[in-house]
Protein backbone atom coordinates (compact mmCIF):
# COMPACT_ATOMS: atom_id res chain seq x y z
CA UNK A 1 0.00 0.00 0.00
CA UNK A 2 1.34 3.86 -0.49
CA UNK A 3 2.05 5.63 2.42
CA UNK A 4 1.06 8.64 0.77
CA UNK A 5 -2.42 7.44 -0.64
CA UNK A 6 -2.99 5.87 3.12
CA UNK A 7 -1.92 9.62 4.58
CA UNK A 8 -4.55 11.25 2.37
CA UNK A 9 -7.54 9.09 3.13
CA UNK A 10 -6.89 9.10 6.29
CA UNK A 11 -6.27 12.78 6.52
CA UNK A 12 -9.92 12.94 4.24
CA UNK A 13 -11.30 10.70 7.05
CA UNK A 14 -9.72 13.20 9.38
CA UNK A 15 -11.70 16.61 7.16
CA UNK A 16 -15.11 14.18 7.69
CA UNK A 17 -15.25 13.54 11.26
CA UNK A 18 -14.28 17.89 11.69
CA UNK A 19 -17.30 18.47 9.22
CA UNK A 20 -19.56 15.97 11.26
CA UNK A 21 -18.91 18.13 14.41
CA UNK A 22 -19.16 21.43 12.62
CA UNK A 23 -15.96 22.24 13.08
CA UNK A 24 -15.47 24.89 10.73
CA UNK A 25 -12.36 26.65 11.88
CA UNK A 26 -10.49 23.88 12.94
CA UNK A 27 -11.06 22.50 8.72
CA UNK A 28 -10.03 25.80 8.04
CA UNK A 29 -6.55 25.63 9.65
CA UNK A 30 -6.33 21.88 9.24
CA UNK A 31 -6.40 23.18 5.32
CA UNK A 32 -3.65 25.72 6.11
CA UNK A 33 -1.00 23.28 7.91
CA UNK A 34 -2.10 20.16 5.56
CA UNK A 35 -2.96 21.80 2.37
CA UNK A 36 -5.44 18.91 -0.13
CA UNK A 37 -3.77 17.28 -3.31
CA UNK A 38 -5.31 15.88 -5.94
CA UNK A 39 -5.77 12.41 -3.94
CA UNK A 40 -7.89 14.10 -1.46
CA UNK A 41 -11.52 12.45 -1.27
CA UNK A 42 -13.89 15.13 -0.69
CA UNK A 43 -17.38 12.98 -1.17
CA UNK A 44 -18.90 11.37 1.51
CA UNK A 45 -19.95 8.54 -0.36
CA UNK A 46 -16.78 7.79 -1.85
CA UNK A 47 -15.34 7.81 1.32
CA UNK A 48 -17.19 5.37 2.20
CA UNK A 49 -16.73 3.18 -1.10
CA UNK A 50 -12.75 3.72 -0.79
CA UNK A 51 -13.12 2.31 2.69
CA UNK A 52 -15.68 -0.13 1.50
CA UNK A 53 -17.75 0.82 4.71
CA UNK A 54 -20.77 0.27 3.10
CA UNK A 55 -21.55 -2.77 5.29
CA UNK A 56 -20.84 -0.99 8.49
CA UNK A 57 -22.49 2.10 7.33
CA UNK A 58 -25.62 0.29 6.65
CA UNK A 59 -25.35 -1.58 9.90
CA UNK A 60 -25.28 1.84 11.71
CA UNK A 61 -27.65 3.68 10.50
CA UNK A 62 -30.62 0.94 11.52
CA UNK A 63 -29.26 1.70 15.53
CA UNK A 64 -31.72 3.85 17.32
CA UNK A 65 -29.13 5.89 17.94
CA UNK A 66 -26.50 5.98 14.85
CA UNK A 67 -22.78 7.38 15.26
CA UNK A 68 -22.27 10.36 12.28
CA UNK A 69 -18.94 10.56 11.56
CA UNK A 70 -17.14 7.27 9.47
CA UNK A 71 -14.18 7.22 12.14
CA UNK A 72 -16.88 6.91 14.77
CA UNK A 73 -17.96 3.93 13.34
CA UNK A 74 -14.74 2.41 12.15
CA UNK A 75 -13.83 2.60 15.87
CA UNK A 76 -16.99 1.04 17.27
CA UNK A 77 -16.66 -2.04 14.77
CA UNK A 78 -12.95 -2.57 16.02
CA UNK A 79 -14.05 -2.64 19.69
CA UNK A 80 -16.28 -4.34 19.30
CA UNK A 81 -14.23 -7.20 17.32
CA UNK A 82 -11.08 -6.67 19.48
CA UNK A 83 -10.34 -10.08 20.27
CA UNK A 84 -11.17 -11.51 16.71
CA UNK A 85 -8.20 -11.23 13.70
CA UNK A 86 -8.50 -11.69 9.87
CA UNK A 87 -11.78 -10.42 9.87
CA UNK A 88 -13.39 -9.44 5.83
CA UNK A 89 -13.88 -5.83 7.31
CA UNK A 90 -10.18 -5.75 8.38
CA UNK A 91 -8.79 -7.40 4.87
CA UNK A 92 -10.77 -5.20 3.08
CA UNK A 93 -9.40 -2.25 5.36
CA UNK A 94 -5.50 -3.01 5.19
CA UNK A 95 -5.19 -5.19 2.53
CA UNK A 96 -2.27 -4.33 -0.31
CA UNK A 97 -3.77 -2.87 -3.26
CA UNK A 98 -2.29 -1.42 -6.65
CA UNK A 99 -1.90 2.34 -6.79
CA UNK A 100 -1.52 4.33 -10.42
CA UNK A 101 1.42 6.06 -11.32
CA UNK A 102 0.04 8.98 -12.96
CA UNK A 103 -2.58 11.31 -12.23
CA UNK A 104 -5.03 13.61 -14.14
CA UNK A 105 -4.93 16.89 -14.18
CA UNK A 106 -8.67 17.08 -12.72
CA UNK A 107 -9.14 14.05 -11.55
CA UNK A 108 -7.46 11.70 -8.67
CA UNK A 109 -6.87 8.24 -8.67
CA UNK A 110 -8.14 6.38 -5.26
CA UNK A 111 -7.67 2.44 -4.68
CA UNK A 112 -10.14 0.06 -3.12
CA UNK A 113 -9.75 -3.12 -1.42
CA UNK A 114 -10.46 -6.47 -3.32
CA UNK A 115 -14.12 -6.95 -3.52
CA UNK A 116 -16.36 -9.72 -3.75
CA UNK A 117 -18.29 -11.30 -6.86
CA UNK A 118 -21.36 -10.37 -5.07
CA UNK A 119 -20.54 -6.53 -4.36
CA UNK A 120 -19.06 -6.49 -7.92
CA UNK A 121 -22.61 -6.38 -9.29
CA UNK A 122 -23.26 -3.19 -6.92
CA UNK A 123 -23.46 0.17 -9.27
CA UNK A 124 -21.17 3.16 -8.11
CA UNK A 125 -21.83 6.87 -8.15
CA UNK A 126 -18.97 7.47 -10.76
CA UNK A 127 -19.47 8.25 -14.40
CA UNK A 128 -18.42 5.50 -17.16
CA UNK A 129 -15.53 7.90 -18.24
CA UNK A 130 -14.03 7.99 -14.56
CA UNK A 131 -14.02 3.86 -14.11
CA UNK A 132 -10.67 1.91 -14.74
CA UNK A 133 -10.77 -1.82 -13.63
CA UNK A 134 -7.63 -2.82 -13.30
CA UNK A 135 -7.49 -6.99 -12.55
CA UNK A 136 -4.49 -8.59 -10.90
CA UNK A 137 -3.71 -12.21 -9.65
CA UNK A 138 -3.23 -12.85 -6.38
CA UNK A 139 -0.86 -15.80 -6.73
CA UNK A 140 -0.59 -19.04 -7.93
CA UNK A 141 -2.60 -20.95 -5.20
CA UNK A 142 -5.53 -19.03 -5.81
CA UNK A 143 -8.02 -20.54 -7.80
CA UNK A 144 -9.11 -17.11 -9.73
CA UNK A 145 -7.99 -13.85 -10.18
CA UNK A 146 -9.26 -11.35 -8.16
CA UNK A 147 -10.50 -7.81 -9.13
CA UNK A 148 -9.60 -4.20 -7.94
CA UNK A 149 -11.51 -1.70 -9.14
CA UNK A 150 -9.91 1.42 -9.31
CA UNK A 151 -11.86 4.62 -9.07
CA UNK A 152 -10.69 7.93 -10.51
CA UNK A 153 -12.41 10.63 -8.49
CA UNK A 154 -13.47 13.88 -9.78
CA UNK A 155 -13.53 17.05 -7.73
CA UNK A 156 -16.68 18.15 -9.19
CA UNK A 157 -19.90 19.76 -7.41
CA UNK A 158 -21.42 17.43 -4.72
CA UNK A 159 -25.18 17.40 -3.31
CA UNK A 160 -24.79 19.50 0.19
CA UNK A 161 -25.25 16.91 2.11
CA UNK A 162 -22.28 15.02 1.02
CA UNK A 163 -20.09 17.89 1.12
CA UNK A 164 -17.61 18.14 3.89
CA UNK A 165 -18.20 21.37 4.98
CA UNK A 166 -18.72 23.02 2.09
CA UNK A 167 -15.49 21.89 0.63
CA UNK A 168 -16.36 23.33 -2.88
CA UNK A 169 -15.46 26.53 -1.68
CA UNK A 170 -12.08 25.52 -0.20
CA UNK A 171 -10.19 24.19 -3.53
CA UNK A 172 -7.26 21.93 -3.87
CA UNK A 173 -4.03 22.40 -3.41
CA UNK A 174 -2.91 23.15 -6.71
CA UNK A 175 0.36 20.75 -7.98
CA UNK A 176 2.95 22.40 -10.77
CA UNK A 177 1.75 19.89 -13.27
CA UNK A 178 -1.70 21.54 -13.35
CA UNK A 179 -0.33 25.30 -14.25
CA UNK A 180 3.02 26.45 -15.43
CA UNK A 181 4.19 27.11 -11.50
CA UNK A 182 7.88 26.80 -10.27
CA UNK A 183 7.45 26.23 -6.69
CA UNK A 184 10.57 26.00 -4.43
CA UNK A 185 10.71 25.94 -0.73
CA UNK A 186 12.10 29.24 0.96
CA UNK A 187 15.51 29.36 2.96
CA UNK A 188 17.31 31.05 5.55
CA UNK A 189 18.82 34.04 3.41
CA UNK A 190 16.08 34.88 2.02
CA UNK A 191 13.85 34.61 5.14
CA UNK A 192 16.54 37.13 7.05
CA UNK A 193 16.51 39.41 3.38
CA UNK A 194 12.15 39.32 4.04
CA UNK A 195 12.30 40.35 7.74
CA UNK A 196 15.02 43.23 7.25
CA UNK A 197 12.71 44.66 4.47
CA UNK A 198 9.45 44.00 6.79
CA UNK A 199 10.42 45.01 10.01
CA UNK A 200 14.09 46.51 9.53
CA UNK A 201 15.47 43.24 11.85
CA UNK A 202 15.66 39.92 11.27
CA UNK A 203 15.07 39.39 15.08
CA UNK A 204 11.14 40.96 14.86
CA UNK A 205 8.18 38.57 14.17
CA UNK A 206 4.90 39.52 13.50
CA UNK A 207 2.62 40.52 15.67
CA UNK A 208 -0.46 39.01 16.42
CA UNK A 209 -3.14 41.20 14.88
CA UNK A 210 -0.95 40.48 11.25
CA UNK A 211 -1.10 36.30 12.63
CA UNK A 212 -4.31 36.31 12.49
CA UNK A 213 -5.96 38.56 9.75
CA UNK A 214 -6.81 37.37 6.63
CA UNK A 215 -9.29 38.41 3.95
CA UNK A 216 -12.68 37.53 4.79
CA UNK A 217 -15.73 39.06 4.23
CA UNK A 218 -18.63 40.81 5.93
CA UNK A 219 -21.97 39.37 5.96
CA UNK A 220 -24.14 42.28 6.19
CA UNK A 221 -26.68 42.14 3.77
CA UNK A 222 -25.25 45.94 3.05
CA UNK A 223 -21.70 45.14 3.26
CA UNK A 224 -21.00 42.04 1.63
CA UNK A 225 -18.31 43.49 -0.61
CA UNK A 226 -16.14 44.33 2.70
CA UNK A 227 -13.46 42.70 3.95
CA UNK A 228 -13.97 42.60 7.78
CA UNK A 229 -10.37 43.58 9.60
CA UNK A 230 -10.25 41.73 13.49
CA UNK A 231 -7.57 44.40 15.10
CA UNK A 232 -5.34 47.45 14.58
CA UNK A 233 -2.23 47.15 12.44
CA UNK A 234 -2.13 46.02 8.94
CA UNK A 235 -5.00 48.30 7.94
CA UNK A 236 -3.07 49.42 4.84
CA UNK A 237 -3.06 46.32 3.42
CA UNK A 238 -6.33 45.31 4.35
CA UNK A 239 -7.59 48.70 2.50
CA UNK A 240 -5.38 48.45 -0.43
CA UNK A 241 -6.55 44.77 -1.40
CA UNK A 242 -10.37 45.71 -0.31
CA UNK A 243 -10.54 48.80 -2.76
CA UNK A 244 -8.78 46.88 -5.69
CA UNK A 245 -11.93 43.80 -4.88
CA UNK A 246 -14.13 47.18 -5.36
CA UNK A 247 -12.68 48.07 -8.62
CA UNK A 248 -13.71 44.34 -10.25
CA UNK A 249 -17.13 44.25 -8.53
CA UNK A 250 -18.06 47.62 -9.51
CA UNK A 251 -16.31 48.21 -12.87
CA UNK A 252 -15.45 44.88 -14.13
CA UNK A 253 -18.61 43.13 -13.36
CA UNK A 254 -20.72 42.65 -16.63
CA UNK A 255 -23.63 41.04 -14.97
CA UNK A 256 -25.71 43.71 -14.02
CA UNK A 257 -25.02 47.85 -14.21
CA UNK A 258 -26.70 48.72 -11.44
CA UNK A 259 -24.31 49.60 -8.51
CA UNK A 260 -26.05 48.51 -5.75
CA UNK A 261 -26.43 45.17 -6.69
CA UNK A 262 -22.61 44.73 -7.52
CA UNK A 263 -22.18 45.88 -4.09
CA UNK A 264 -23.74 42.50 -3.19
CA UNK A 265 -22.00 39.48 -4.26
CA UNK A 266 -22.39 35.83 -3.65
CA UNK A 267 -20.01 33.96 -1.57
CA UNK A 268 -18.15 33.11 -5.24
CA UNK A 269 -18.34 35.79 -7.16
CA UNK A 270 -16.81 37.35 -4.04
CA UNK A 271 -14.25 34.72 -3.70
CA UNK A 272 -13.44 35.14 -7.32
CA UNK A 273 -13.24 38.46 -7.10
CA UNK A 274 -10.84 38.29 -4.50
CA UNK A 275 -8.52 35.83 -6.34
CA UNK A 276 -8.42 38.21 -9.06
CA UNK A 277 -7.66 41.31 -7.46
CA UNK A 278 -4.84 39.73 -5.69
CA UNK A 279 -3.18 38.76 -8.53
CA UNK A 280 -4.00 41.86 -10.41
CA UNK A 281 -1.53 43.51 -7.19
CA UNK A 282 1.27 40.45 -7.28
CA UNK A 283 1.17 40.78 -11.08
CA UNK A 284 1.68 44.65 -11.12
CA UNK A 285 4.43 44.51 -8.46
CA UNK A 286 6.16 41.65 -10.79
CA UNK A 287 6.34 44.54 -13.52
CA UNK A 288 3.92 42.73 -15.45
CA UNK A 289 6.76 39.74 -16.51
CA UNK A 290 6.65 37.29 -13.30
CA UNK A 291 4.81 36.76 -10.23
CA UNK A 292 5.45 35.08 -6.92
CA UNK A 293 2.92 33.45 -4.94
CA UNK A 294 3.69 32.88 -1.10
CA UNK A 295 1.74 30.09 0.45
CA UNK A 296 2.69 27.98 3.60
CA UNK A 297 3.39 24.30 3.66
CA UNK A 298 2.35 24.06 7.44
CA UNK A 299 5.95 22.57 7.81
CA UNK A 300 9.07 24.15 8.89
CA UNK A 301 11.67 24.42 5.37
CA UNK A 302 14.98 25.20 6.67
CA UNK A 303 15.96 25.59 10.66
CA UNK A 304 16.32 29.03 12.01
CA UNK A 305 19.78 29.72 12.74
CA UNK A 306 22.28 32.87 13.44
CA UNK A 307 20.75 36.29 13.73
CA UNK A 308 17.13 35.10 12.57
CA UNK A 309 14.31 34.45 15.10
CA UNK A 310 11.57 32.20 14.28
CA UNK A 311 7.98 33.24 13.95
CA UNK A 312 6.49 29.96 12.86
CA UNK A 313 5.33 31.37 9.47
CA UNK A 314 8.35 32.59 7.19
CA UNK A 315 9.84 28.98 7.79
CA UNK A 316 7.39 27.56 6.05
CA UNK A 317 6.56 28.86 3.03
CA UNK A 318 7.20 27.76 -0.42
CA UNK A 319 7.65 30.56 -3.31
CA UNK A 320 5.52 29.57 -6.28
CA UNK A 321 6.46 31.48 -9.30
CA UNK A 322 4.99 31.62 -12.68
CA UNK A 323 5.57 33.42 -16.09
CA UNK A 324 1.79 34.56 -17.18
CA UNK A 325 -1.02 36.50 -15.59
CA UNK A 326 -3.57 33.75 -16.77
CA UNK A 327 -1.60 30.99 -14.67
CA UNK A 328 -1.29 33.67 -11.79
CA UNK A 329 -5.10 33.74 -11.79
CA UNK A 330 -5.93 30.29 -12.29
CA UNK A 331 -3.49 29.70 -9.49
CA UNK A 332 -4.51 31.76 -6.82
CA UNK A 333 -8.45 30.68 -7.69
CA UNK A 334 -7.25 27.06 -6.52
CA UNK A 335 -5.25 27.87 -3.35
CA UNK A 336 -7.56 31.34 -2.52
CA UNK A 337 -8.76 29.57 0.48
CA UNK A 338 -4.91 30.42 2.28
CA UNK A 339 -5.82 34.21 1.48
CA UNK A 340 -9.44 34.08 2.35
CA UNK A 341 -9.87 31.56 5.11
CA UNK A 342 -6.49 32.38 6.52
CA UNK A 343 -5.01 32.42 9.09
CA UNK A 344 -2.15 34.25 7.49
CA UNK A 345 -3.65 36.08 4.15
CA UNK A 346 -2.93 39.16 5.04
CA UNK A 347 1.11 38.09 5.68
CA UNK A 348 1.02 36.02 2.35
CA UNK A 349 0.23 38.69 0.09
CA UNK A 350 2.83 41.09 1.63
CA UNK A 351 5.06 38.41 1.26
CA UNK A 352 4.15 37.54 -2.34
CA UNK A 353 3.97 41.54 -3.48
CA UNK A 354 7.97 41.92 -1.86
CA UNK A 355 8.89 38.51 -3.92
CA UNK A 356 7.71 39.50 -6.92
CA UNK A 357 9.18 43.06 -6.94
CA UNK A 358 11.98 41.13 -5.60
CA UNK A 359 14.10 42.27 -2.48
CA UNK A 360 16.79 44.01 -4.14
CA UNK A 361 13.94 46.33 -6.16
CA UNK A 362 12.22 46.97 -3.01
CA UNK A 363 15.29 48.47 -1.44
CA UNK A 364 16.00 50.32 -4.32
CA UNK A 365 12.37 51.92 -4.14
CA UNK A 366 13.04 53.13 -0.61
CA UNK A 367 14.40 56.66 -0.30
CA UNK A 368 16.62 55.33 2.66
CA UNK A 369 17.39 51.43 2.22
CA UNK A 370 16.68 51.42 6.04
CA UNK A 371 13.55 51.85 5.96
CA UNK A 372 10.63 48.57 6.48
CA UNK A 373 7.69 48.14 5.26
CA UNK A 374 5.61 47.66 8.61
CA UNK A 375 6.35 49.74 11.37
CA UNK A 376 6.06 50.75 14.40
CA UNK A 377 2.82 49.08 16.62
CA UNK A 378 2.56 46.47 13.55
CA UNK A 379 1.32 50.15 11.37
CA UNK A 380 1.75 49.69 7.55
CA UNK A 381 3.92 52.50 5.93
CA UNK A 382 3.13 54.39 2.93
CA UNK A 383 5.71 52.15 1.18
CA UNK A 384 3.83 48.94 1.57
CA UNK A 385 0.30 50.88 0.44
CA UNK A 386 2.35 51.98 -2.68
CA UNK A 387 3.60 48.62 -2.90
CA UNK A 388 -0.07 47.06 -3.22
CA UNK A 389 -1.26 50.05 -5.12
CA UNK A 390 1.35 50.83 -7.44
CA UNK A 391 3.73 48.07 -7.90
CA UNK A 392 6.73 49.89 -6.53
CA UNK A 393 7.64 50.44 -2.97
CA UNK A 394 8.33 54.09 -3.36
CA UNK A 395 8.44 56.12 0.23
CA UNK A 396 6.44 59.13 -1.17
CA UNK A 397 2.73 60.30 -2.58
CA UNK A 398 3.85 62.95 -5.20
CA UNK A 399 4.27 62.81 -8.94
CA UNK A 400 7.26 61.62 -10.57
CA UNK A 401 10.82 61.77 -9.12
CA UNK A 402 12.56 65.08 -7.08
CA UNK A 403 16.13 65.67 -6.74
CA UNK A 404 17.14 67.91 -3.61
CA UNK A 405 20.51 69.65 -3.77
CA UNK A 406 22.50 67.84 -0.88
CA UNK A 407 24.66 70.59 -1.07
CA UNK A 408 28.86 70.42 -1.98
CA UNK A 409 27.57 69.10 -5.62
CA UNK A 410 25.52 66.42 -4.12
CA UNK A 411 21.57 65.57 -4.77
CA UNK A 412 19.32 63.82 -2.89
CA UNK A 413 16.63 61.83 -5.08
CA UNK A 414 12.93 61.58 -3.82
CA UNK A 415 10.81 58.55 -5.72
CA UNK A 416 7.51 59.11 -5.76
CA UNK A 417 4.74 57.85 -8.25
CA UNK A 418 5.35 57.38 -11.94
CA UNK A 419 1.61 56.72 -13.40
CA UNK A 420 -1.66 56.87 -13.32
CA UNK A 421 -2.80 54.53 -11.03
CA UNK A 422 -5.91 52.47 -10.84
CA UNK A 423 -6.73 52.79 -7.38
CA UNK A 424 -6.03 56.51 -5.78
CA UNK A 425 -5.27 57.86 -2.35
CA UNK A 426 -6.09 61.05 0.29
CA UNK A 427 -4.34 61.47 3.02
CA UNK A 428 -5.34 63.57 6.12
CA UNK A 429 -1.53 64.78 6.01
CA UNK A 430 -2.12 66.80 3.27
CA UNK A 431 -4.59 68.85 4.82
CA UNK A 432 -2.23 69.29 7.42
CA UNK A 433 0.09 70.24 4.88
CA UNK A 434 2.58 67.59 5.88
CA UNK A 435 2.61 66.42 2.38
CA UNK A 436 1.08 66.61 -1.32
CA UNK A 437 -0.73 63.80 -2.81
CA UNK A 438 0.35 64.03 -6.51
CA UNK A 439 -2.54 63.25 -9.49
CA UNK A 440 -1.67 59.93 -10.34
CA UNK A 441 -3.40 59.02 -7.10
CA UNK A 442 -5.63 62.00 -6.27
CA UNK A 443 -6.95 61.55 -9.64
CA UNK A 444 -7.01 57.95 -10.60
CA UNK A 445 -8.59 55.37 -13.16
CA UNK A 446 -10.94 54.26 -11.16
CA UNK A 447 -13.37 56.58 -8.53
CA UNK A 448 -11.64 54.79 -5.64
CA UNK A 449 -9.80 55.96 -3.36
CA UNK A 450 -7.60 54.14 -0.34
CA UNK A 451 -7.72 57.05 3.01
CA UNK A 452 -4.74 57.65 4.68
CA UNK A 453 -6.41 59.13 8.19
CA UNK A 454 -3.87 59.11 10.69
CA UNK A 455 -1.98 55.98 11.39
CA UNK A 456 -5.09 54.30 9.48
CA UNK A 457 -6.23 53.25 6.38
CA UNK A 458 -10.15 52.72 4.97
CA UNK A 459 -11.72 53.42 1.55
CA UNK A 460 -13.88 55.84 -0.02
CA UNK A 461 -15.05 55.05 -3.48
CA UNK A 462 -18.13 56.01 -6.17
CA UNK A 463 -20.00 53.46 -8.21
CA UNK A 464 -20.09 55.54 -11.16
CA UNK A 465 -16.89 55.37 -13.41
CA UNK A 466 -18.19 58.86 -15.21
CA UNK A 467 -16.59 60.78 -11.93
CA UNK A 468 -13.14 60.38 -12.98
CA UNK A 469 -13.75 61.44 -17.23
CA UNK A 470 -16.86 64.06 -16.68
CA UNK A 471 -16.44 66.80 -14.88
CA UNK A 472 -20.27 68.07 -14.83
CA UNK A 473 -20.41 64.32 -12.62
CA UNK A 474 -18.12 66.65 -10.14
CA UNK A 475 -20.86 69.26 -9.27
CA UNK A 476 -22.82 66.78 -7.13
CA UNK A 477 -22.38 63.03 -6.38
CA UNK A 478 -21.97 60.10 -4.22
CA UNK A 479 -19.00 58.50 -2.41
CA UNK A 480 -19.37 55.72 -0.27
CA UNK A 481 -17.31 55.06 3.02
CA UNK A 482 -16.32 51.95 4.05
CA UNK A 483 -13.72 50.91 7.20
CA UNK A 484 -13.21 47.02 8.25
CA UNK A 485 -11.97 47.98 11.53
CA UNK A 486 -15.10 49.97 12.76
CA UNK A 487 -17.78 47.54 13.36
CA UNK A 488 -19.23 49.27 10.64
CA UNK A 489 -23.15 48.31 10.27
CA UNK A 490 -25.08 49.63 7.57
CA UNK A 491 -23.50 51.20 4.55
CA UNK A 492 -22.43 55.36 4.66
CA UNK A 493 -23.26 57.02 1.52
CA UNK A 494 -22.11 60.88 1.37
CA UNK A 495 -22.97 63.53 -0.85
CA UNK A 496 -20.54 65.62 -2.01
CA UNK A 497 -21.55 69.08 -3.56
CA UNK A 498 -19.03 71.23 -5.29
CA UNK A 499 -21.27 74.12 -6.48
CA UNK A 500 -21.60 75.29 -2.51
CA UNK A 501 -19.25 76.32 -0.46
CA UNK A 502 -18.35 74.68 3.18
CA UNK A 503 -17.57 77.71 5.45
CA UNK A 504 -15.73 76.02 8.34
CA UNK A 505 -17.27 77.02 11.90
CA UNK A 506 -14.90 78.71 14.14
CA UNK A 507 -16.50 77.46 17.08
CA UNK A 508 -16.77 73.65 15.96
CA UNK A 509 -13.74 71.97 15.63
CA UNK A 510 -15.00 68.69 15.60
CA UNK A 511 -15.14 68.07 11.49
CA UNK A 512 -14.74 64.58 10.61
CA UNK A 513 -11.17 63.71 9.09
CA UNK A 514 -12.54 62.11 6.14
CA UNK A 515 -14.32 65.27 4.93
CA UNK A 516 -10.85 67.12 5.46
CA UNK A 517 -9.40 64.17 3.51
CA UNK A 518 -12.35 64.69 0.82
CA UNK A 519 -11.95 68.17 0.36
CA UNK A 520 -7.82 67.84 -0.39
CA UNK A 521 -9.53 66.99 -3.58
CA UNK A 522 -12.79 68.91 -4.19
CA UNK A 523 -11.81 71.94 -2.11
CA UNK A 524 -14.52 73.82 -0.28
CA UNK A 525 -17.36 71.14 -0.98
CA UNK A 526 -20.39 70.78 1.00
CA UNK A 527 -20.57 66.60 2.09
CA UNK A 528 -23.86 65.51 3.59
CA UNK A 529 -23.82 62.18 5.19
CA UNK A 530 -27.49 61.71 4.32
CA UNK A 531 -28.40 60.75 8.35
CA UNK A 532 -25.68 58.18 9.22
CA UNK A 533 -23.29 59.41 12.22
CA UNK A 534 -20.51 61.65 11.64
CA UNK A 535 -17.25 59.31 12.35
CA UNK A 536 -14.71 61.39 14.15
Known sequence: MNNALVEEVAASLVREYLSRKGLKKTIAIMDQ????????????????????LEPLYKKNKAQEIPLKAMIEIIVKHCMENQNMTNTRTEDCLFQKNTVPTSRSSVMSSVSVCDVSDEEKGGS????????????????TSSPKADVLQMKLMKLDDIKDEEEFCELSRVPVFSRASRLNVDAHPIDLNLAVDLKNILFGSSFACFNDEWKIQSFSFNDL???????????????GVLASVQACVLQKLLFEETSSSNGSIRLQPSKSNRSKKLAVALANIVWRAGDRKKAVVALSSGRKQFIPAGRYKSDGILETIILNTVSTQEDLTLFLEQNIHQFELGPYGCILLTLSAILSRTTDLVIKDFDVPTNSLIGAHGYCTQELVNLLLTGKAVSNVFNDVIELDSGNGNSTVLNGITGRSDIGLLSLFEHYNLCKVGSYL???????????????FSVLFCVRKELMNDWRMERRFDLYYYDGLANQQEEIRLTVDTSQCCVPDAENDLIPPIEHCIRTKWKGAMVNWNGAEPLL
Request: hydrophobic content about 25%.
Open 124 to 139: TAVSNQSKTDVYRKKS
Open 442 to 456: KTPKYPIWVICSESH
Open 221 to 235: PDLRYGIVQKKGGPC
Open 33 to 52: ELPRTNSSVNNRNDLRRVLN
